[in-house]
């Protein structure tokens, strides 16, 4: 079971963070970044259609 979080390697202090392997604040960034790909895919879709 991982007890690090795997974006920055800080100790994750909850269960649902050891369970998803990352922290709370690690975790939004993430998302917000997941979006921000997403919206990039978006972008090139639209230049290419
Ligand atoms: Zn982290």
Redesign the pocket.
């Known amino acids: 079971m991982a007890e690090n ?1 795997r ?4 100790w994750l202090l909850s269960p649902r963070s050891i369970a998803e392997g ?2 709370p ?2 975790a939004v960034r993430e998302r917000a970044e997941q979006r921000a790909a997403a919206a990039d895919k978006l972008t090139l879709f639209d230049i290419a259609a």
């Open positions: 979080c974006r920055c390697h800080g990352i922290g604040t690690c």
